[in-house]
T-cell receptor
Framework: QKEVEQDPGPLSVPEGAIVSLNCTYS??????FMWYRQYSRKGPELLMY????GNKEDGRFTAQVDKSSKYISLFIRDSQPSDSATYLC????????????FGDGTTLTVKP | DAGITQSPRHKVTETGTPVTLRCHQT?????MYWYRQDPGHGLRLIHY???????DKGEVSDGYSVSRSKTEDFLLTLESATSSQTSVYFC???????????FGPGTRLTVL
C-alpha cells in the first residue's frame, strides 16, 4: 500500500465549478503538506503549503488538512480553464532531508 | 522562477550507453533532489543531496548514481541505460528540509 493515495481522476468540470481534490495518507509522522500544480510538459510548481490541521486560503484556493483522519484536500472555487493541469499532493516527514512523498496526481480539465 | 536549469532537455540514447543529466541552481540551496515521473507512478525520488558530497538514496535508486562536488550542481548518471529508464527526470531544490521544493523544467529521456 502506498503511503499517499490520491484520487486518480481525471476530472472534468465546467468553468465556474467548485473543484475538490483529495489525498489520504497512512504515515502519521507526516508533518508538512503541499499541493503542486503541473502544466503539461512543465515542472511542478507550488500552490499551497501548510503544516497544521485546518484550512488555509489563498485567493480561489483553499487547502484543508485533517491530521486525525489523515486526509488533505484542495478546493478550487470559480474554476477557470487556466486551472486545467495535474495537481499533486506531497508530504514531508523527514525534516533532516525534506524527502517528499508525492501522490500520483489528479488531472483536471475545466471546460469553458 | 527559481534559478534551476536542467541539461539536456531532451535526449535519445541506446540501451547500454552511459548517460549523465545535469541540474544547475543559482539559489545556493542546500538540498537537491532527482525525481522521475512516469504515468501512473507520479513523482518518485531517485537520489537526493543534503550538502556538497552528501548524498543518499531514494525509493528508486537502482541503476542510478549521483554526484555533487559543488553547491550549484547535482549530476545524475545512468551507468548503462535500459529501456525501463525511459522517463521524464526532474531536479528540485530546497533551502530547508521542511521547506517547499522548486522544480526544474525536466529532461525527457528516451532509451531505445
Amino acid at each position: 500500500q502506498k503511503e499517499v493515495e490520491q484520487d486518480p481522476g481525471p476530472l472534468s468540470v465546467p468553468e465556474g465549478a467548485i473543484v475538490s481534490l483529495n489525498c489520504t495518507y497512512s504515515n502519521s509522522a507526516f508533518q508538512y503538506f503541499m499541493w503542486y500544480r503541473q502544466y503539461s510538459r512543465k515542472g511542478p510548481e507550488l500552490l499551497m503549503y501548510t503544516y497544521s490541521s485546518g484550512n488555509k486560503e489563498d485567493g480561489r484556493f483553499t487547502a484543508q488538512v485533517d491530521k486525525s483522519s489523515k486526509y488533505i484536500s484542495l478546493f478550487i472555487r470559480d474554476s477557470q480553464p487556466s486551472d486545467s493541469a495535474t495537481y499533486l499532493c506531497a508530504m514531508v516527514y523527514n525534516t533532516n532531508a525534506g524527502k517528499s512523498t508525492f501522490g500520483d496526481g489528479t488531472t483536471l480539465t475545466v471546460k469553458p | 522562477d527559481a534559478g534551476i536549469t536542467q541539461s539536456p532537455r531532451h535526449k535519445v540514447t541506446e540501451t547500454g550507453t552511459p548517460v549523465t543529466l545535469r541540474c544547475h541552481q543559482t539559489e545556493n540551496h542546500r538540498y537537491m533532489y532527482w525525481y522521475r515521473q512516469d504515468p501512473g507512478h507520479g513523482l518518485r525520488l531517485i537520489h537526493y543531496s543534503y550538502g556538497v558530497k552528501d548524498t543518499d538514496k531514494g525509493e528508486v535508486s537502482d541503476g542510478y548514481s549521483v554526484s555533487r562536488s559543488k553547491t550549484e550542481d547535482f549530476l545524475l548518471t545512468l551507468e548503462s541505460a535500459t529501456s525501463s529508464q525511459t522517463s521524464v527526470y526532474f531536479c528540485a531544490i530546497s533551502s530547508k528540509g521542511e521547506d517547499t521544493q522548486y522544480f526544474g523544467p525536466g529532461t525527457r529521456l528516451t532509451v531505445l
